[in-house]
């Protein structure tokens, strides 16, 4: 197996998603279990296009751990930074979904949020070795959450410096995972001075910066590389290399939006990845790097499943001549 190109620190579980859409939580009468979790969710789709990947993170030493490790594996992913908790279950998260697609998180059944193995992440035993030959760290928030992922988390930064990758954020901002959300804007900003490339929704942008203008943000960010706002049917808005500029949804028939911002970061790092941040250049270069992360990110709400959605690169190319032949 290649040495991994891009580290994705954070969770994995299982996503119950509802089956009868429209409905509120009390009211759904069954679930289908869909492998997800936002950083394991872009190392997958990141394997699927061709950039090789690792998944840093803990699951719990039962059946369901078991699945998604088993799942990780036959896609590819590297799991030399996967732990496994002795005692503390594997995640699943309950969500409900409108008649649109759009999904809502409804809570975790009959655990508290930080009992979970994804809370006990061990920053002792992280494998150092990966680093040595990786370009990217991508991680969330979420795992701020909880002192001893967080830990682990400070010192994933800390080998992330100590051997030049370059840092991607996404903020994925989820209150629910949080015992004392309050406290989580100051957290999470106490890390920005330590990541090149930003990525929120348009509701996360309002709420930690109190603006959805990706160069205003990244003004605020000068030792960022890059800021990447995305809003759904509306598009991702960017301000990149001092390059700024909006590239609209690709309109398709939604089935299921979940893990459609982890496919479009996935498309993002998988360019940067094969070309480099040559790829920023000049504005027409930055658009079309951001018009491919956002194809990937399209072709995944067109069918259910965070990772059994996503595209390969015949796929994303032949989605991108289909739409370039509409233009014309």
């Known amino acids: ?69 088993e799942l990780l594996e036959t896609i590819g992913v590297d799991l030399r930074g996967l732990q496994r908790h002795p ?4 995640r699943a998260v309950f969500v409900t979904r409108t008649e649109g697609g759009d999904r809502h998180f409804a809570g975790f059944g009959k655990y508290p949020t930080s009992e979970f193995a994804d809370a006990f992440l061990s920053a002792d035993t992280l494998p150092a070795e990966l680093f040595t030959h990786a370009q990217f760290l991508v991680m969330g928030t979420l795992e701020l959450a909880y002192p001893e992922t967080a830990e682990a988390v400070r010192r994933s930064l800390d080998l992330a410096e100590q051997h030049s990758l370059q840092v991607l954020m996404d903020v994925n901002w989820r209150p629910m995972f949080w015992d004392a959300p309050d406290t989580a804007p100051e957290i999470i900003r106490g890390l920005l001075d330590r990541v090149q490339y930003l990525k929120l929704s ?17 003004a605020q960010l000068p030792q960022a590389r890059g800021v990447l706002i995305t809003d ?72 259910a499943g965070a990772i059994a959605a996503q595209p390969d690169p015949r796929e994303v190319e032949a989605f991108l001549y289909m739409h370039s032949l509409e233009e014309v």
Not at 87 to 90: D, R, V
Not at 202 to 218: K, M, Q, T, V, Y
């Open 87 to 90: 005692t503390a279950p594997t």
């Open 1 to 69: 197996m290649a040495d991994p190109q891009v580290l994705c620190l954070g969770e994995v579980l299982f996503d119950k998603l509802a089956d009868q859409p429209g409905l509120p939580l009390d009211q759904v009468k069954s679930w289908t279990d869909y492998p997800g979790g936002a950083p394991a969710n872009v190392a997958c789709a990141l394997v699927k296009l061709g950039t090789p990947a690792a998944f840093v993170g803990c699951v719990g030493s039962d059946q369901t751990g078991d699945t998604l490790v």
């Open 232 to 303: 759904g049917e509306r598009g991702c808005t960017y301000s990149i290399a001092g390059h700024m500029g909006a590239v609209p949804a690709f309109p398709v028939d939604v089935e299921d939006t979940t893990g459609a911002g982890d496919a479009f970061l996935a498309g993002f790092l998988h360019q940067l990845c094969q070309q480099g941040e040559t790829l920023f250049q000049t504005p027409e270069q930055t658009r079309e790097c951001i018009t491919y992360a956002s194809a990937v990110g399209a072709l995944t709400t067109m069918r």
């Open 202 to 218: 348009a509701e996360e942008a309002d709420w930690l910066f109190e603006s959805r203008n990706p160069g205003a943000i990244a």
